[in-house]
């Protein structure tokens, strides 16, 4: 059974950095992608960055090019988000996902889901 579990989530103040880690096991995934979304209160999921387990190549939400940035260990089978000059309008449950391809950040193509991490970003 696949698994993703995030950590790494907290308060923090505007400007600040935080890096979000992604443990998965159960399987390989070698030509998966895992990606990272979040959800604000009352506004729906959006996808932030992904990654292509193997090869390592990126893709970004607009909101993230130049802030955030997408990482991956195979050897741990972990995924990082690094986030830096955090925003209060970054605050929100960041989820971690894993899907069949990296290029597209529609949720509805990444089929396993980890449990949420909040980060609050306080002005």
């Known amino acids: 059974q696949v698994q993703l579990v995030e950590s790494g989530g907290g308060l923090v103040q505007a400007g600040d950095s935080l890096r979000l880690s992604c443990a998965a096991s159960?399987?390989?995934?070698?030509?998966?992608?895992l990606g990272w979304f979040r959800q604000a209160p009352g506004k729906e999921r959006e996808f932030v960055a992904s990654v292509r387990w193997s090869g390592g190549s990126t893709n970004y939400a607009d909101s993230a090019k130049g802030r955030f940035t997408i990482s991956r260990d195979n050897a741990k089978n972990t995924v990082y988000l690094q986030m830096n000059s955090l925003k209060p309008e970054d605050t929100a449950v960041y989820y971690c996902?894993?899907?069949?391809?990296?290029?597209?950040?529609?949720?509805?193509?990444?089929?396993?889901w980890g449990q949420g991490t909040q980060v609050t970003v306080s002005s």
């Open positions: 159960g399987r390989t995934f070698s030509g998966y992608a």
């Open positions: 996902a894993a899907g069949t391809t990296y290029r597209s950040g529609n949720p509805d193509l990444y089929s396993v």
